[in-house]
Structure formats: C-alpha cells, structure tokens
C-alpha cells in the first residue's frame, strides 16, 4: 500500500480536519481519511504517491496513526458542538457525521478561530516582536476554550489583553516628552489598577496622540478596539476571577477570541507608531 506520507503535528491534522470538513458537511469519518490526504497533497505538505501511476482515481490512504488522530479529532469536534454524530432522519451514529448549524458558523469564519489554534497562533506570532507573555496566555486561553474550561479560558484571554495594554502604556510614556512624561509615569506607577492606568492612558490617548494620528489603518476604529474589546474582556475576567457566579457564554468568549488577533494588531501598529514619534 502505498499511503500519503505525513510528517505533521496532531494540531496541524486538526486544521486539515477542519478545511475538510468546511466543504464537507455530511458524509462519514472514513471518508474524512481520504478527504485530508488530498488536502495535504493540494497544500504541498505531502507528496502524492500515485502522481506518475497513471491512475484516473487513486484511493488515498493516511497511515494508521492519523487516521486515529482523525477519529480523536472528530471526538473533539462533537464535545465542541461543531459536529454531530449521524446524518440526521433517524440515523445519530458514527461513523456517520454531521456539522451542527453552530459548527457551520464557526466553519464559514474566513480569519483564523480558535477551533484552529495553530493558523491561529501562526497569524499572531507573525505580529512583529509580539511579547512571547501574550502568546502564553493566548495558547492556553485556547486550550481551556476547545475543552470547555469558559472560566479558564476568559481569565487567561483577560491575561494576555492586559500584557499587551501595559506594553501599549510603556510604549507611550517612552514617547511622551517633558514635563508630561514624568506627570504620566507618576500616576501610571502609582496604581496597580489597570481600569486606572487605563484612564490615564485614555486621557493621553484623545488629547496627544490621535490628533498626531494621520488617517489610515492605525487610527480607524482606535478607541473602538482597545477600550471597547479591552473592556469587556477585563470585565468577563473579573467576573471570572471572583465568586460571582457569572459565567460567559461560549458563543460570547468565541466572539472575543476571534476579536483578538485584531486587537493585538491595532495595539501593536500604534506601539510602532509611538516608537516613530514623540507626542
């Protein structure tokens, strides 16, 4: 037997997985094995073995071993709610699947989600000299969010978001001259609040820097992505971190994660910004 020879980590198969099954959405698990063999051919991770055979359709076979990841994978997806065993009308067993309407959603995101945590991390990671804290937290904020750890998750998000807004603070007082600097740095230092330091930083934020900004991608929707989203993660991780019984919504934590590579980016394209110029 001839197999399509993969070399891949099990998060990597969980990606071809996923593609397979966005094109896919009923059939059975047997047929996802062929389904990502030829994904893997297209995308140049494997070599197709019957491409000098002659053969006008070559059955393709994944070694035993991803094969299993497959079926692990498929297992992961249904805990998830992204697919169902069956196909529907009477039928609600492997290996027959389905994609749930929940699933369909996820699977039409065109941007990397946290179903897909290695495109994911990958689209972060080429954010340049992004601080290694923040991808810490972020993988392990993915983690808990595919095994259903919501608590977990949002503290870890919550995390990673404040890492990157203090460096955001950093970045500006490095950019701020006299006597405005040492004013900021006071009132900055003097707080372990990060809602306080955040007002402070707002305050330089509307009257020093987003006059300074030219029109473009840095200051389109500014105040929108790093008050707006930083909120509303810092609030979920504060309900989080405390007995308050307020759990989020795994469709709500999904909405925040997919945000959040975005986020990152419009966070860093104004600490480049600030590390140009002086405000």
């Known amino acids: 037997m001839d197999y399509v020879k993969l070399d891949i980590s099990y998060e990597r198969t969980r990606t071809l997985v996923l593609k397979s099954l966005s094109t896919s959405y009923y059939g059975q698990v047997t047929s996802l094995y062929i389904h990502v063999a030829r994904l893997a051919i297209r995308e140049g991770i494997a070599t197709d073995p019957f491409a000098n055979s002659g053969y006008m359709n070559p059955q393709h076979e ?3 071993k991803y094969n299993e990841w497959i079926d692990d994978i498929v297992w992961d997806l249904i ?17 027959h699947y389905h994609i749930s309407e929940y699933g369909k959603r996820v699977l039409q995101e065109l941007s990397p989600q946290p179903y897909d945590p290695d495109e994911y991390l990958a689209r972060v990671s080429h954010i340049p000299d992004i601080d ?24 870890t998000l919550g995390c990673a978001s404040e890492k990157a807004f203090l460096l955001l603070i950093d970045a500006c007082r490095e950019a701020m001259s006299e006597p405005g600097k040492t004013d900021f740095a006071k009132k900055i230092d ?19 820097i987003i006059p300074k900004l030219p029109r473009g991608e840095v200051k389109e929707n500014l105040e929108a992505y790093l008050f707006g989203i930083f ?21 709500h934590l999904y909405s925040l994660l997919v945000a959040f590579p975005s986020y990152l980016e419009k966070i860093y394209s104004l600490m480049d910004w600030l590390n140009k110029n002086s405000i």
């Open 132 to 155: 290694n804290v923040i991808l810490i937290y972020l993988e392990e904020s993915l983690k808990a969010f595919r095994i259903n750890c919501l608590l977990s998750s949002v503290i």
């Open 231 to 251: 909120n509303i993660i810092r609030s979920h991780r504060n309900d989080a971190g405390h007995p308050s019984g307020n759990i989020i919504q795994r469709e």
């Open 79 to 95: 805990i998830e709610g992204i697919v169902r065993p069956g196909q529907g009308s009477g039928i609600y067993t492997l290996p």
């Open 62 to 64: 994944l070694e035993q």
């Open 190 to 208: 003097k707080t372990i609040s990060i809602k306080q330091k955040q007002i402070e930083f707002q305050d330089i934020l509307q009257n020093k």
